[in-house]
Each structure stands twice: as structure tokens, then as C-alpha cells.
């Protein structure tokens, strides 16, 4: 059977298709003849986009629908606040057995090619022996550098792939790079590229790797990425005794503001040039890679603006098709 991609969609068409589970709560019914009863609010997905569904039936016991579940679907699209799958039928299928590629993105970027590109960047850039030192512990690790070229950068926010991390992590390097260019004299490169390079370790445990949809571990939950990545941090750092104590707390504080505030997740706020400069080089990387997925996703025709993103907070304007052919003659 042809798959139906989520963003294709209409109201008023038939349903019959595989779809990712992102989202699965149950919900009691308000009448009072289905006092104890409850029916299944969903958010079905695949790499095309997402989708609300309800079902009023729900199954039970063993085929009870979980987030991160390969189901099939069969219902029908209706009008509520939008299109929403009313489904009539769901079951669980073997994940093992379906096409991961429509549902789970992969960045465009080759793997190999980045990770060759971050051996390079260790390689000619990391002057200091401590800091070459301590990437190695990390890198030489098979298991780490496996995991940290697989892993996402977000669940759903920016670098949402397998591989996101490490094509991140490469935008950031480069921005790094270009701030250190414009004030050599305040900012050591390969104490602020470590600081790129590591920053985000923590998220290789924060999220399940065989998750399809990128759903957090534990861990990830209760103690998130930034305090994760400390850790990570310290642990090396116990390995080399002659590791310079300035340096260890320089990358230590890089960890742990490089979110910028406190509310957005960072246990301090960036209070050295290094850290402050990996914060907004961290930020700008994020930040264009949520306009680009948006104004992807615009249809064409669809006017000059996008949908509304509740993650920016804003609509983006998108310049007409006439407009990009070059400009006016004068």
C-alpha cells in the first residue's frame, strides 16, 4: 500500500496509512453514560509534518498505543480547529519492519564528511596540548564518536535528524570561527572551539538513539543535557592530572551557560567572553536552522508570509517569487 505522507492530508479524505506516534493521552469521556471510559487524543507524524487524531475506542492491553509506536491507520479527516484524524482502526506494527525513512529525517549532510571535517578542525586548530588532550579522550572513544555523530541535536526544535548534532555542532564551530577572527586579541580559538565542540555532549544520553522519534531517556528528562554534558566533562578531566585548573573552569562555565539564560534551561549565564561568544554562536545556528525548516515547509502559492511558529513566536516573511529573479532594471 502507497504510503500517505501527513502533510498531504485534506479534510474529507480517507485514511489508510503508517504513521509515527508523537503524542498519546488518555482522556476520560464528560458524559456521564461513559463514566469510566476513555477515549485517545494523538499526534500522528511522519518527515512530512504532523497531524492531530482522536480515537473514541481506543485498543487495550497489549495493542494499548504508546508514543514512539509504528501504527496503522484507518479513519478519516475531519474539521476540528483544523484537520483531525478521527481513526476507526490503529494497530501496532514490528518498527523493525517498516521504512524508517518516512518517519524518521536524516541530516543531508553526509556523516562521514562531517566527521572527517571535525577530525580536520581537532587536528589543525586545537593548538593547545591540554585541550588535544582532552578531545582525545573523548574521540578516541568509539562508542562516544559513534553516538555523537548519530544523535539529534533537538527532538523537535532545530537539527531535528539523525546527525543533527554533529551538522550543529559544525554551524556552530563556524560562527565561533568567524567571532574570534573579529577579536583575536580577546578570544583564544581553541579553547572557544573546544567549548563548541563539547557543549552539547550531553544530549548523546538525553535522547534515546533507537528512539524513531527522538524521545528522551530518563535521564534526559530529570537531569538534561547540560548537567549530563558537566558530567561527561568532569569525568575525562579526572583523567588528566596536569589539566590546567583555568582552563577546566573556563570549559566548565562554557557547559554550563552556553543556553544564555537562566530561564531558557542554563544553570549560569555566560560571564566570560568565551562562553558568551559559544552562546550566541549556539543561538544563531538554532535560530537559522527553525527559519530554514519553516520556510521549507511553506507551500508554494501559499502567500508571502508562513504559518505562525509558537517556537519563534512569530510568522516569516517569504519574498515573492517575482522578487527573486535578480531585482529591477534602473
Not at 578531545?135 to 578516541?140: A, C, I, M, S, Y
Request: charged share 25%.
Amino acid at each position: 500500500m502507497k504510503k500517505q505522507m501527513i502533510k498531504d492530508l485534506k479534510i474529507g479524505d480517507e485514511v489508510e496509512t503508517q504513521a509515527l506516534v508523537l503524542e498519546a493521552n488518555k482522556t476520560a469521556f464528560s458524559s456521564p453514560h461513559r463514566e469510566g471510559e476513555y477515549f485517545l487524543r494523538l499526534t500522528l507524524g511522519d518527515v512530512s509534518g504532523r497531524v492531530k487524531a482522536v480515537m473514541w475506542d481506543p485498543p487495550t492491553g497489549s495493542q494499548a498505543v504508546q508514543q514512539d509506536d509504528v501504527v496503522f491507520v484507518r479513519g478519516s479527516v475531519s474539521d476540528y480547529h483544523g484537520p483531525q484524524v478521527v481513526v476507526a482502526d490503529l494497530r501496532k506494527l514490528d518498527p523493525e519492519g517498516v521504512n524508517r525513512a518516512f518517519f524518521q529525517t536524516v541530516s543531508e549532510r553526509d556523516p562521514a564528511e562531517m566527521i572527517a571535517e571535525l577530525k580536520e578542525i581537532m587536528k589543525q586548530e586545537i593548538k593547545d596540548r591540554h585541550l588535544k588532550a582532552l578531545l582525545d579522550e573523548f574521540f578516541t572513544d568509539s562508542e562516544f564518536a559513534a553516538h555523537y555523530a548519530a544523535a539529534p541535536a533537538a527532538r523537535t526544535i532545530h537539527h531535528n535528524c539523525v546527525g543533527g548534532l554533529l551538522e550543529h555542532t559544525l554551524e556552530v564551530i563556524a560562527v565561533c570561527r568567524n567571532l574570534a577572527a573579529l577579536y583575536p586579541a580577546q578570544i583564544q580559538l581553541d579553547l572557544l572551539l573546544t567549548g563548541a565542540i563539547l557543549h552539547d555532549i550531553g544530549k548523546i544520553a538525553e535522547y534515546k538513539l533507537d528512539s524513531i522519534s527522538f524521545d528522551f531517556t530518563d535521564r534526559g528528562k530529570l537531569v538534561g543535557h547540560i548537567s549530563i554534558g558537566k558530567e561527561m566533562l568532569s569525568g575525562k578531566l579526572t583523567k588528566l592530572e596536569d589539566f590546567p585548573e583555568t582552563l577546566k573552569i573556563e570549559l566548565e562555565h562554557m557547559m554550563l551557560s552556553h543556553h544564555g539564560q537562566r530561564e531558557w534551561g542554563s544553570p549560569e549565564v555566560p560571564k566570560t567572553i568565551h562562553a558568551f561568544a559559544l552562546f550566541h554562536a549556539d543561538l544563531v545556528s538554532a535560530r537559522m536552522n527553525q527559519f530554514i525548516k519553516i520556510m521549507e515547509k511553506h507551500a508554494p502559492g501559499g502567500g508571502d508570509w508562513t504559518e505562525w511558529d509558537r517556537f519563534l513566536e512569530r510568522s516569516i516573511y517569504i519574498r515573492p517569487a517575482d522578487d527573486q529573479d535578480g531585482g529591477q532594471d534602473y
